[in-house]
């Protein structure tokens, strides 16, 4: 079989689409060739040997090697030098590359095929012996450090005793008889630690070095690098042998990197460092400062050192003309390395270059300005999940960072204020003009007031789905969660951080995006939402199918949505609007009155609350179509918790305490999440769907009138498993709705639906949809019915079975496509069966998720629906999914 590729000489027998075969590296090393630039002559070994290699004991197959031999023969004549030959010897470099880039992951070793004979002849032919006992003295400390396992520091001790002893302070002062000095050094080391001598046949020091390659793939770093990254060990690496070309060739030689456009700010100028009289890493192994490529950039960081322009024109004119090429024929900005033998430009690789999300946005548009991509091509470049980078203030990256301690970057963004530890604190400086950091142990519903009063959340205790997570995701407030490095001392009003003690009224800043929480204010960049990414934004929404709306509950919510291009809302979610202010007060009457009477007069008193609210949300929707669900949560979660609790809000409604707390117990459940909530409240109590039915008609009417747009109210009745339980609400809702028409003298037109989100219902869409005008996947809670999982209580383990594989991807994060999905396609297919205009959508935190929103348009659902913030990434992720 094929186990190597070779290329050189403008000409090579893979190309840049053989990524997975050849590796990155090997696949542009070919194109590069083909497109005859100057490349090193070499050849690839293809990734699936690394598989062979680990499955035959670390060997390498027998008909690789005459391979590789045959393909150094073609080097030999390319290069008019000789593997082994002590006259004309030819050197190698034995370069890894997986299909990804992992930079620096894994081992690379240069000038092999150096020894005790090959130096020599490598001095006379270069007429420079300092050059080839500095190439020896390198090819012993790799190939010491990478195959024969000798911690590079030992190399660097002895190199750094013999510079002071010889009173030298840089590399390059040491002459040829030193470097030949430190050479006798080094290989006296290696004897002595392992009991056998350097190996001097360039044939063992190649397979040494391609198998070192090979086990490289499997190194510590390379192991955590994959599993962040999510790249599949079985993929391999492939390894390059490649002619070596000298930067370390006097002062007419360089090595440098290169981006073909700035990666920070995607600003269209060349852009790198380089260095005069060195080899491969030395640029970026901080031993000598580079200089700039360019002059402009030399000026620009007011360096004295020459750019490469100046030093070199000729190369540099080359180099110019080549990045050029490369960026027109990948049609992308190119990262590169290159090495100047004696004025000789050679090209080492190519890719494409990592950036900023900036960066990439500013590239995107150019290139559709330059006409070198189309519109579709420049949305699909984005990654929609970077874009969290630029709806929130970020950290200035040029400041230093006094970090106290670090938990979950559960709500992107920065943020900076005092500290204080309650929600009516956090209220009471807003009111005051003052910002603050809300500092939990942990949040409840009871705080939402206080969170959204904050200008960002720290919590001590709790993972990515806490209910500080969530909430703080949803109103776009930067959130650091779990922060289980730091303690709050409530009784004192603490905060204890590494080795810090804060105040209330200290100022702190979090960032949401990394999960630090650092000392006192820090300098932030403000989002930027014109230019470049509004102009992606308008292509992403020529290219989608699926609308995207928000979840809101709140105007301010609502508001931030439709600033950012939301459709209209998924889902307003009823009972956050009963924590706000007094309005706590009414709703636990309400609760706690013990007959339908009671309830009836605490109703009334809610009714134009809820109905100013919906105005205000129909309005700023303007005629878009606005999702209410009805009351969904237990009860229980609007009372007080805590002995504490119960007799403060007993005296403050001037009610006996002991009776509180028996309603308390009484109302108590085993299991809340399954027990009495959703539509079954409505069914027990209709007069609360009646009231919150009143509010939603009254209000369709009130903002028709004042704004003369339609509204059209989409009514969702939560947690349905039975036709018949939706048959029920329904009925409520339909009355009030002729109550509410005849009064007003006006017709509304209204839809009553149903969020799916228990199995049986998915399963039953069919009967369902009979009754059903919409359905709105709502993915959270189907995912904790569907596997059984409480949401609340997830993060205890799900961790662990992310760590032994047991699954890959949180499944309340990313979209359980399988099970979940399975369900969404049924419920779907079965829904349009009886109503094939049915409108469909999803409205878990899902909605907001890339690759969820991708799923969501091959089950050909009508919109997502996601936090306000998350509405851009929403629209660029559809825009993908659809392209
Ligand atoms: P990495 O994947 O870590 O970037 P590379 O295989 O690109 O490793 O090698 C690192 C450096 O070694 C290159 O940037 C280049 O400077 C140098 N190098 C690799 N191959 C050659 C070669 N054939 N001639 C000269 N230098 C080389
Ligand atoms: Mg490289
Ligand atoms: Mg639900």
């Known amino acids: 079989r094929k186990w190597v590729y070779t290329f050189g000489n403008g000409a090579a027998e893979g190309s840049a689409g053989d990524r997975d075969l050849l590796g990155g590296k090997g696949a542009n090393l070919a194109e590069m060739a083909s497109l005859g630039l100057p490349v090193p002559p070499g050849l690839t070994i293809v990734t699936d040997a690394c598989a062979w290699y680990y499955k035959n004991g670390r060997s390498l197959p027998d008909d690789l090697k ?16 000789g593997f082994g030959d002590t006259a004309q010897p030819l050197l190698l470099s034995v370069r890894s590359g997986a299909r990804t880039s992992m930079p620096g992951m894994m081992d690379t070793v240069l000038n092999l095929g150096l020894n005790d004979l090959t130096v020599e002849a490598l001095a006379h032919n270069a007429g420079d012996a300092r050059f080839a006992w500095d190439s020896y003295r390198r090819f012993i400390q790799m190939y010491g450090d990478v195959v024969m396992g000798i911690d590079h520091e030992v190399f660097e001790e002895i190199l750094e005793d013999e510079k002071s002893r010889f009173g030298h302070e840089l590399d390059t002062d040491l002459s040829a008889v030193e470097w030949q000095h430190v050479t006798g050094l080094y290989k006296e080391m290696i004897e002595e630690a392992l009991g056998e001598p350097f190996p001097q046949d360039p044939h063992v020091q190649l397979w040494g070095a391609i198998g070192a390659v090979f086990a490289s793939w499997n190194n510590p770093r390379a192991v955590t690098y994959r599993h962040l990254h999510s790249i599949p060990a079985e993929w391999g690496t492939a390894v390059t042998v490649q002619a070596m070309v000298f930067g370390n060739l006097g002062s007419s030689s360089a ?39 360019t002059e402009v950039a030399r000026i620009d960081s007011g360096s004295d050192k020459p750019s490469l322009e ?5 190369a540099f004119a080359e180099f110019g003309r080549i990045c050029d090429r490369l960026e027109a024929h990948y049609r992308d900005m190119q990262d590169l390395e290159f090495t100047i033998e004696r004025g000789k430009l050679w090209m080492l690789q190519a890719r494409s270059g990592k950036r900023t999300t900036k960066a990439a946005m500013k590239i995107a548009v150019d290139m559709v300005a330059e006409g070198v991509i189309g519109e579709e091509e420049a949305v699909l470049r984005i990654d929609p999940a970077s874009l969290d980078q630029l709806l929130h203030p970020t950290i200035d990256p040029r400041v230093e960072r006094h970090v106290i301690g670090s938990g979950l970057p559960a709500s992107p963004g920065a943020a900076t204020g005092a500290i204080v530890f309650t929600a009516e604190e956090a209220v009471v400086a807003e009111e005051e003009g003052r910002k603050v950091i809300l500092v939990r142990v942990e949040t409840s519903p009871e705080d939402i007031h206080g969170m959204h009063a904050a200008e960002g959340i720290l919590t001590t205790r709790g993972g990515m789905t806490s209910h500080a997570a969530v909430v703080a995701r949803g109103m776009g407030i930067p959130c650091v969660a779990g922060a289980g490095t730091m303690r709050v001392d409530l009784r004192n009003e603490l905060l204890i951080g590494m080795g810090v003690t804060l105040k209330k009224g200290d100022v702190i800043t979090i960032d949401g995006s990394s999960g630090q929480v650092l000392k006192g204010e820090v300098p932030m960049l403000q989002p930027e939402l014109s230019g470049d990414f509004a102009k992606l934004m308008e292509w992403a929404d020529k290219a989608r199918r699926m609308t995207v709306r928000t979840n809101a509950d709140t105007p301010v919510d609502a508001r931030a949505a439709r600033s950012f291009g939301a459709e209209g809302i998924g889902l307003c979610r009823t009972e956050h609007m009963f924590f706000e202010g007094d309005r706590i007060h009414v709703m636990r009457e309400m609760i706690l009155a013990e007959d339908e009477a009671g309830r009836r007069t605490a109703l009334d008193k809610l009714l134009p609350m809820q109905r100013s609210d919906f105005t205000e949300l129909f ?14 949560p237990p009860l229980h979660e609007f009372l007080p918790k805590t002995e504490e609790e119960i007799a403060e809000v007993a005296a403050a409604m001037g009610m006996d305490a002991t009776f509180l707390s028996q309603r308390v117990d009484a109302l108590h459940e085993f299991n809340p999440m399954l027990g009495h909530r959703g539509c079954r409240l409505a069914i027990s109590y209709p007069e609360i769907a009646e009231m919150q039915a009143r509010a939603i008609f009254e209000a369709a009417v009130a903002a028709a009138r004042e704004t003369g747009a339609a509204v059209v109210p989409e009514i969702m009745v939560p947690l349905v498993g039975l036709r018949a339980e939706l048959d029920y609400v329904k009925g409520v809702i339909d009355r009030v709705a002729r109550d509410v028409m005849t009064e007003a003298k006006l017709e509304i037109s209204y839809l009553v639906g149903t969020m799916i989100e228990l199995p049986r219902a998915a399963l039953r869409a069919h009967v369902i949809a009979e009754a059903a005008e919409f359905f709105s996947f709502g993915t959270n809670d189907l995912t904790q019915t569907t596997f059984g999982i409480s949401r609340d209580d997830a993060s205890a383990f799900i961790p662990t079975y992310q760590r032994k594989g047991i699954i890959e991807h949180d499944p309340f994060i990313s979209l359980d496509f399988d099970g979940v999905g399975e369900l969404i396609r049924i419920a779907a297919e079965r829904g349009r069966q009886t109503r094939p205009d049915m409108k469909l959508g999803i409205c878990g935190e899902h909605g907001g998720d890339p690759a969820s929103i991708h799923f969501c348009e091959s089950a050909n659902l009508d919109y997502v629906s996601c936090s306000p913030f998350r509405v851009p990434i929403a629209r660029l992720s559809a825009a993908q999914a659809a392209i």
Do not use: C, W
């Open 66 to 81: 005459v391979q590789v031999l045959e393909g150094i023969k073609g080097m030999e004549h390319a290069t008019g030098r």
């Open 255 to 293: 090595t440098g990197v290169a981006f073909t456009r700035n990666p920070s700010t995607g600003e269209k100028a060349l852009y790198g460092e380089f260095l005069v009289n060195a080899q491969g890493e030395d640029v970026v192994a901080g031993i000598r400062t580079p200089q700039s490529i």
């Open 310 to 314: 100046k030093v070199m024109p000729e």
């Open 619 to 632: 309005s700023i929707m303007h005629g878009l179509p606005v999702t209410i669900r009805l009351l969904d």
